[in-house]
């Protein structure tokens, strides 16, 4: 088992993001898990992400907050505990239109360059 503290956890920053703190919770260390990593985005009010896209799929789980997640001009509001799945090459936005910090668990694979 790998236990890594909250405390512990190192920022890290997000390509194309803005108004957002990012904390790898698991991930790219020894002992660590081998095919993905785990981090913590806690975006504030105004914040978000894109448009952009990934080679690889990745989920968001919001825990606190609600995020709108905008796919293909079609718009998702994510509340607590709700979650979804961007699939390789999905041109997703992100908008954080609340007047409260949205947090989000994401979860997404290795990099291939990584492996």
Known sequence: MHVKRFEEAAPY????????????????????????????????????AGPDSTPFEKVYVVLDGEMTVILDGTETVLRRYDSCTIQPNEIRTLENRSNHTCTMLVVIPYPPEAL
């Not at 020894?30 to 913590?40: E, I």
Request: overall charge neutral; hydrophobic content about 30%.
């Open 13 to 48: 920053e997000a390509p194309n993001h803005r108004g957002v703190v990012g904390l790898r919770l698991q991930g790219f260390e020894p002992g660590g898990p081998s095919n993905q990593w785990v981090g913590l985005s806690q975006f504030l009010p105004g914040g978000g």
